[in-house]
């Protein structure tokens, strides 16, 4: 595997602008996840595509891979009339056959995507499962599915039922043929899907276990078993796909030119500018991270949605009287409880430091998505700010740099977010002593702290926040607790250590909203 992981961030982009050329739309939108299966979803115009790292191989082959289910998809908005679910056996059959009929149209007018082709087919190959290891039906059906785009089948299946599988493989065949020579499309192929079903003799909402074949990258293949794999693709498919050269296609070297280019941006960009700025504070440097897994989408195009006036100065404010209470405002005893919408631009440079102790492990995949989200939302309002985060490693404090104030919010800083695990205590005495000399310098207009509970020695904290006040720096806090109790009762301990502004948070999604109402006073 190279030692450069390639960007989720970079590969959104090429992605995007491969399926918007390839399917001729320009108002596609290309995201990730691990939770599903590469899936087209027609009526939002969306791409959802499987993540490179959980892919096979090394990470040119992971690379390959992921391109071709990006033209798949493309293929997909560009040419078939409806999409099923997979989850069931007649989507699934429909599905199987739709693949190999956008394949065929596809090429026509993308001959090069042959060796791609052949090797994703390859990697396919060895992903589905034996059906040595299936039961009942779906032993069937997946058989029907490997005869049919493979041209074989692996591992053994009573005779009689392999035999129900080539009668079903060919006449889809036969079926394919036809709507490719008559330009028929899905809604065509989906009125024979009934007699495949009963040449299988299979119920049509039997439901299929089978919707994920990667086995992701811990699954070992040898470069000698991937080259037999090759060997028995092209050996099948070469009647539909004509002569292939295996070599070429093992070596994949007009791809590679863009993988090459891709690689060398990531390499200047990964983490430029980044360097340790003070004895004590490290950077998490781990490139191969998924941080989309703590990528709440929704969230962040609520509060995108929610605070676009700002770019043009609004902002909430709270207020004696006014429409909309605030219940844990009111509660912490704050004399406006109310809120207002005035106009106002954010200037102010803020720091913020996220408490990664171990009480906060249970739940800190929501505390990352609630940081990402204010993280995006603030890079959205052109705000100023670094992020830092502590957490205990091999009995050791660690102070860890997530984003400098002078670089941009970008997919490296969310990795560097998504590596820091919530564990130890809540040494805010000790952490706010190692980042006192940045701060001094760089002095910030705000300084906030997200803390779930009492630091291990308040009255060191007492101290050290007297230093911070006295360079003109404003302390705030943000109490997080799991329900309104137990985040005001944080926020009142929090208060009595003095920070210059407390405020209390009991749903985490909330957190934007509270940094945001603090820098809209300031």
């Known amino acids: 595997m190279s030692s ?29 996840s691990s939770n599903k299966v590469n899936e087209t979803r027609m009526k939002e115009n969306k791409v959802i595509l499987t993540p490179v790292l959980d892919y096979n191989g090394d990470e040119f082959s992971r690379y390959r891979q ?18 099923l679910s997979n989850d069931h056996a007649f989507g699934f ?19 090069g995507m042959d060796e791609e082709l052949i090797f994703n087919y390859s990697w396919q190959w060895i992903y589905r499962p034996l059906l040595n290891n299936l039961l ?32 079903a493989s060919d006449f ?22 009934p007699k495949i079903l009963t040449i299988l003799d299979i119920d049509p909402l039997i439901t299929i276990p089978l919707s994920v074949p990667l086995k992701g990258p811990g699954m070992m293949v040898m470069p000698q078993d991937f ?31 863009e993988f090459n280019l891709m690689k060398e941006e990531t390499k200047k960009n990964e983490n430029k500018g980044l360097i340790p700025e003070t004895i004590g504070i490290q950077i998490p440097n781990a490139t191969n991270v998924d941080e989309t897994k703590i990528y709440d989408q929704d969230l962040i195009s609520n509060l995108k949605n929610r605070f676009r006036e700002w770019k043009t100065g609004w902002k909430e404010e709270h207020v004696l009287t006014g429409e ?53 939302v603030l890079s959205f309002l052109n705000v100023n700010f670094s992020v830092y985060a502590f957490n205990t490693v091999d009995r050791q404090v660690v102070c860890w740099l997530v984003k400098p104030a002078e670089m941009k919010w970008n997919n490296s800083a969310a990795k560097r977010l998504a590596q820091i695990s919530a564990n130890g205590g809540t040494p805010l005495a000790e952490v706010y002593d190692r980042m006192l000399p940045v701060l001094t310098s760089k002095k910030p207009d705000i300084f906030l702290t997200l803390s779930d509970g009492e630091p291990a020695d308040a009255n060191a904290v007492k101290m050290i926040l007297k230093s911070y006040k006295s360079l003109g720096i404003k302390m705030t806090a943000i109490g997080v607790g799991r329900d309104t109790f137990s985040a005001t009762s944080i926020a009142n301990n929090l208060k009595y250590l003095g920070y210059d ?17 603090i820098l809209s006073d300031n």
């Not at 960007?7 to 399917?23: G, K, Q």
């Not at 249970?362 to 993280?375: M, P, R, S």
Request: hydrophobic share 40%; glycine share 4%.
């Open 4 to 32: 450069v992981a390639l960007r989720n961030d970079t590969l959104i982009e090429i992605a995007t602008f491969l399926v918007r050329r390839w399917s001729e739309n320009d108002k596609i939108i290309v995201t990730m």
């Open 136 to 167: 009942g039906k779906s032993k069937i059906v997946e058989g029907f599915y490997q005869q049919f785009l493979f041209g074989d089948v692996k591992g053994e299946m009573q005779p009689s039922h392999f035999e129900r599988v080539v009668k």
């Open 324 to 376: 909309e209470f605030d219940e844990e405002t009111y509660i912490e005893g704050f004399h406006k409880p109310f809120i207002h919408d005035v106009k106002k631009s954010i200037k102010s440079r803020i720091v913020i430091l996220l408490d990664h102790s171990s009480s906060v492990s249970d739940q800190q995949t929501e505390y990352k998505k609630a940081t990402i989200g204010l993280c995006e």
């Open 501 to 517: 502004k407390v405020l209390a948070v009991s749903r985490l999604p909330d957190i934007p909203n509270r940094v945001l109402s």
């Open 227 to 257: 080259e037999k794999a090759v060997q028995k693709i092209t050996k099948n498919l070469e009647s539909e796909l004509g002569e292939i050269d295996q070599k070429k296609t093992i070596e994949g070297k007009e791809v590679a030119k």
């Open 172 to 193: 889809a065949k036969e079926i394919l043929d036809e709507a490719i020579e008559n330009n028929y499309g899905t809604e065509w192929i989906e009125k024979h899907i």
């Open 93 to 111: 059959l429909l599905n199987a056959i739709e693949r190999r009929r956008i394949e065929m149209v596809g090429r026509k007018i993308w001959k």
């Open 66 to 83: 992921f391109r071709t289910a990006a033209w798949y998809e493309s293929m997909k908005i560009k040419n078939c009339e409806k999409i």
